[in-house]
Nanobody
Framework: VQLQASGGGLVRAGGSLRLSCEVSGLTFSDYYMSWFRQAPGKEREFVASISTSGGSTYYADSVKGRFTTSRDNAKNTVFLQMNSLKPEDTAVYYC???????????????????WGKGTQVTVSS
C-alpha cells in the first residue's frame, strides 16, 4: 500500500495551496481518507477527513471554513484545498486511510490503517 502526498511548498500568508494524495495497493473507494499535520516540536494533529463516497467531510476547528477536502475515486486520489493560509498552518501534511472513518478516533490520535509520506507546507508572514 502506498499513499503519496504532493503539492506542498512555500506560500505567503493569505495564499492557497492544493495538496494531492495518490493511493495504490488497496481498494480506494472502500477507505475513508484523512489529512493530518505535524508542526515542528508539536504532536501530529487531525486536519480533515472524507467518507468513502465523498459525501461527508469533517474538519478540525482550526481549519474549518478555510480548508476543503475532496476525492476522486476514479483516480484513487484525495485532495486538500487550503485557502487563507496562516503561518500557524506551517507543518508537514500527511494523508491517511482507514475503514472506519470515525473523527473521534482521529482526534484521539488513533484509527488510521495506513499513513502516507508527508509533504511540507510553509506559510510565511
Amino acid at each position: 500500500v502506498q499513499l503519496q502526498a504532493s503539492g506542498g511548498g512555500l506560500v505567503r500568508a493569505g495564499g492557497s495551496l492544493r495538496l494531492s494524495c495518490e493511493v495504490s495497493g488497496l481498494t480506494f473507494s472502500d477507505y475513508y481518507m484523512s489529512w493530518f499535520r505535524q508542526a515542528p516540536g508539536k504532536e501530529r494533529e487531525f486536519v480533515a477527513s472524507i467518507s468513502t463516497s465523498g459525501g461527508s467531510t469533517y474538519y478540525a476547528d482550526s481549519v474549518k471554513g478555510r480548508f476543503t477536502t475532496s476525492r476522486d475515486n476514479a483516480k484513487n486520489t484525495v485532495f486538500l484545498q487550503m485557502n487563507s493560509l496562516k503561518p500557524e498552518d506551517t507543518a508537514v501534511y500527511y494523508c491517511a486511510a482507514d475503514k472506519v472513518g470515525d473523527p473521534r478516533n482521529y482526534l484521539r490520535g488513533y484509527g488510521v490503517d495506513y499513513w502516507g509520506k508527508g509533504t511540507q507546507v510553509t506559510v510565511s508572514s
